[in-house]
Each structure stands twice: as structure tokens, then as C-alpha cells.
């Protein structure tokens, strides 16, 4: 059985965990310089809110309902979402973390899985402050329905009987099916189909020829039938996460600079087929040694941007601070975080003019796509960090900065 695990209203969440005073208080998290909404909570979806609304034309509502708001904290963000994926590596032998808040992880063998998805809320909800929901069935698609599922009902559920996952897949409308994206629901709507149930009877050979062989994987899971290479990318917008397990353990910083580089051009590739930039570079490694499994992180906030060099620059910097030459590494990770949609390239004061960058970075786009990926790629670049953002309501780094630790007194 796999289980899916994801926070709830995660910005907002790690916001509230070290400010217990703002309790049922609806809380919005903006955008990159305070420009629009990028998260919100419950409580401020119930006032009408909405993702993507501008900061200036939300101040009605934000000032007439006591509102709080802040700015994007991503270093707070990517580290807790660290604590809650070793809370889970704790809980569970395999954990693959699927976004910043989302975790797929293996419970092959576990019995009673109601009951354990409930001590993994509770565990993670006590050692991270951070509530969870968790899905459980025999695939990963099922495992997605089923945290849908429990989102709108007690924070967890579990499928496993036919008749619980027939109910389920009765209960998804085809535009929720993981994955499944807004051009083919449509396609699938017009054709008369509407539900999970409805998309699972069409025949195989159909959806392969339809929607490629991903929509027919995805169908076979929801069928129950576990597809060990279904790849189904997460919203762009939680962050794009890119890593490998080395086939033998690596000491040299040398090649863990290399593959951390690697790792980087693919995860900019995709940043930049998405027409979007980063701010937030964070970079994990992780080394097998007598005292067992251990990952270490390290996160940094950069200049919105899209440029290969600065952002291998940024997780150099991060790796070498990591890096200590008597372990032994078997996997190193990159993550980008403080995704949004690149908005116009004009010169900025405070990012310098960013023209000659664009020029070069759409040239090795053209090498690469007509010669093949990695033609042209960067050996690296001094990293900066002269720059400035507007972020006016910028909680405390309360886990990663020594003068911010919350103070207790008694
Ligand atoms: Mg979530």
C-alpha cells in the first residue's frame, strides 16, 4: 500500500507554527515583492479570496476581516518541509517527497492503515506543528483520490477494499484526477465522460492512443494496477525538485559539483520550458556512514530568475557548506522554490539589467534543442548576492537563524 501525505494550507501553516496567537485568523502569503496572493488558508478562502488576486485590490477585504499577511518566507518553507519529510522517514522505510508539501510513502506490510494514518498526522502534527491529510491505497493515483477524499472529510482515508476504491473513483470528477490536466478533462467532459468510474471503463488501447502512454498508465492505476514508471510532474508552482541516488557512494566534492550542476540544468530546463522563474534555491545531501542514513539541507534566497549560471552558482555555495570530506554521499537534491511566471524583463534597480542573460540563456535553448540536450552548459559562475526585494511582512526565520529562535519564558 502506498500512502500520500500532504500538508495543509502549507505557507499559511508554517507561518501559524510559530504564531499560535493567529489561531483561526485567515492568513494570506504573497507573491514575490508583495505583488499578488500566492497562498492562503481556509479562513481566508472563506471570505473570498483567491490565488492570484492582487495585494492592492485585496486590501478591502484583508483590512475589513483583520487579514494577516506575509511575505514569501521561502527558507522557513523549505525547512520545515525538511522537518516534515524526517518526521516521515521515521514513520515509513520509503519516502519520496512529491512538492514541498506532498509525500508519497511506502506502507507495504502495514496493517491497520486507518490507525497509522492517523498516528502520522498526529506525529508530524506534533513534532512540526503542521496539520496533514493522508490518503491511502494500493497505487499511487488511488493514493491521490483518497487524500482528496480526506481533505473533505476527517484527514484521512483509506482505500482498499474494490467496493472502497468503486466509491471513490465514483466520487472523483474526471478534472480532479491527478494528473490529468485541464485539456484532456475537457476532452474527456465532451465526450460525455465525467467521473474516475467512467474514465476507467474506456478501453486501454483508446486512451493510449488518446492521451499517450502517461494517461494510460495513470488509467491502469486507477485500476489498481501499481506503474512503477508513472511520472506525473507536480504543480509547477510548488517547486521543482530534481535528484538522483548515485549507484556507489561519492566523496569528492568535485563530482558531487558535477552532479549537482546536472541535477540543476534539469531542473532549470523545466523552469524555463515553463516560462518561470526562482528565488529560492535549496540543496540536500545525503550520506550513509556507521551512524546510519543522515541528509543535511541548506537553502538560500537569490534574485528572481531563470539563468542556468546563477542558480548552479547558488547550489555550489549550498553544497559546499554541506560537504564534509570524511562522509560518504549516495544522493544529493536540488530544489526550486518562489516559482511565478517571469513578468516582463525589463531593467530593475535592484536586479541589474538582465538582457545579455536572456539573450544567451534563449541561444543555448536553440543549441540544445537542435543539438541535444547538455551541448552548451555552464561550468559555473561567482555567485552574488547584491541584490534587494521588496518584502515588507517577512516573518522571522524561525528555524534557520539564530536571532530569530523563538524565545520561551516562564
Ligand atoms: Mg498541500
Same mark, same amino acid.
Given at each position: 500500500m502506498i500512502g500520500l501525505v500532504d500538508c495543509e494550507s502549507f505557507y499559511c501553516s508554517c507561518e501559524r507554527a510559530f504564531r499560535?496567537?493567529?489561531?483561526k485568523t485567515p492568513i494570506i502569503v504573497l507573491s514575490n515583492n508583495d505583488h499578488w496572493i500566492i497562498a492562503l488558508n481556509f479562513e481566508a478562502k472563506n471570505l473570498g479570496l483567491k490565488r492570484g488576486v492582487r495585494f492592492k485590490e485585496a486590501l478591502p477585504i484583508i483590512n475589513e476581516n483583520s487579514v494577516v499577511f506575509f511575505s514569501s518566507n521561502y527558507t522557513l518553507y523549505s525547512d520545515i518541509s525538511w522537518r516534515v519529510m524526517e518526521t516521515l522517514r521515521d514513520l515509513s522505510p520509503g519516502v519520496e517527497s512529491y512538492s514541498i508539501d506532498e509525500a508519497f510513502i511506502d506502507l507495504s506490510g502495514f496493517k491497520n492503515l486507518a490507525v497509522y494514518g492517523e498516528t502520522i498526522r498526529r506525529t508530524i502534527k506534533k513534532q512540526t506543528l503542521i496539520p496533514t491529510t493522508v490518503g491511502i491505497a494500493p497505487t499511487k493515483a488511488l493514493a491521490k483520490t483518497a487524500q482528496r477524499l480526506a481533505k473533505k472529510d476527517t484527514g484521512i482515508h483509506v482505500l482498499e477494499t474494490q467496493k472502497e476504491i468503486a466509491e471513490a473513483l465514483e466520487l472523483t470528477p474526471v478534472e480532479d484526477?491527478? @494528473?490529468?490536466g485541464r485539456a484532456y478533462a475537457e476532452k474527456l467532459e465532451a465526450a460525455g465522460i465525467k467521473t474516475a468510474t467512467e474514465f476507467i471503463k474506456i478501453p486501454g488501447w483508446i486512451v493510449k492512443k488518446e492521451m499517450t502512454s502517461v494517461g494510460w498508465r495513470l488509467q491502469r492505476e486507477l485500476k489498481g494496477i501499481p506503474m512503477a514508471d508513472l511520472k506525473i510532474e507536480a504543480d509547477p508552482r510548488k517547486g521543482i525538485i530534481s535528484a538522483r541516488q548515485f549507484r556507489s557512494p561519492v566523496q569528492e566534492l568535485s563530482i558531487l559539483y558535477e552532479a549537482i550542476s546536472y541535477y540543476a540544468e534539469l531542473a532549470v530546463e523545466k523552469l524555463r520550458a515553463q516560462e518561470c522563474t526562482t528565488n529560492s534555491v535549496t540543496v540536500s545531501l545525503e550520506s550513509s556512514g556507521s551512524g546510519g542514513r543522515n541528509g543535511r539541507h541548506a537553502s538560500i534566497e537569490i534574485a528572481p530568475t531563470d539563468y542556468l549560471p546563477d542558480i548552479i552558482s547558488a547550489a555550489r555555495s549550498l553544497l559546499k557548506k554541506l560537504y564534509s570530506s570524511d562522509l560518504e554521499y549516495w544522493r544529493t537534491t536540488i530544489f526550486l522554490f518562489g516559482?511565478?511566471?517571469?513578468? @516582463?524583463r525589463q531593467m530593475n534597480f535592484f536586479y541589474g539589467d538582465n538582457r545579455k542573460k536572456t539573450v544567451l540563456s534563449e541561444k543555448v535553448d536553440e543549441i540544445n534543442s537542435k543539438l541535444g540536450q547538455h551541448t552548451v552548459h555552464p561550468c559555473g559562475s561567482e555567485f552574488r548576492t547584491d541584490w534587494g526585494m521588496r518584502r515588507a511582512y517577512l516573518s522571522p526565520c524561525y528555524t534557520t537563524r539564530i536571532k530569530d529562535f523563538p524565545v520561551a519564558h516562564w
Open positions: 499560535p496567537d493567529l489561531k484526477i491527478w @494528473g490529468i516559482i511565478e511566471p517571469i513578468t @516582463g
